[in-house]
């Protein structure tokens, strides 16, 4: 975490796959570096977050700085979900960072295309996933100044 830091970040993590969320989370939890880590399981659940439809409507949920984005999500996949915060003024601020299991060029070029902010290839093995995490915090909490809330307002 960024010491200077006076608004807390929230992650939110989109990302369909149950062991894969668990072990973020406990990459997370091993490195210690997020204020608040929030997880989405599919595109819909996660416009639905930023959005404060469904079963959100009622939780006073913080926008994420930053969102840790899978690319192949039934209901809504990465690439819609992508392309819908991009073109939504109120979440352009959100750093999008893909982190997907596909090596794809074409995957690379369509994200970078639609403004995400990164693409990393997820690992498998959880060693180098806290590697990741790792130098992900230290470079997004610690390095990179993000702007208070996600949306551009302190």
């Not at 939890?29 to 079963?55: H, N, S």
């Not at 003024?89 to 299991?101: E, G, H, K, L, Y």
Request: aromatic content about 8%; some cysteine; charged content about 30%.
């Amino acid at each position: 975490m960024n010491r200077n830091r006076t608004q807390p970040v929230t992650i939110l993590v989109a990302d369909d796959d149950a062991d894969d969320r668990e072990m973020i989370r406990d990459a997370f939890q091993e490195c210690q570096v997020a204020d608040e880590l929030r997880f989405v399981e599919d595109g819909e659940e996660l416009m639905d977050y930023l959005y404060r439809r469904g079963k959100f409507s009622n939780e006073i949920a913080p926008m994420p700085s930053i969102l840790l984005l899978d690319l192949n999500m039934p209901r809504k996949d990465g690439r819609e979900a992508l392309r819908e915060i991009k073109s939504d003024r109120a979440f352009r601020a959100i750093r999008v960072i893909v982190m997907t299991t596909s090596t794809a060029e074409e995957d690379i070029l369509q994200t970078y295309d639609l403004s995400a902010t990164s693409y990393i290839t997820k690992p498998v093995k959880y060693p180098m996933l806290v590697e990741v995490i790792a130098t992900l915090g230290k470079y997004w909490l610690q390095i990179v100044e993000l702007p208070g809330d996600g949306n551009g307002h302190s």
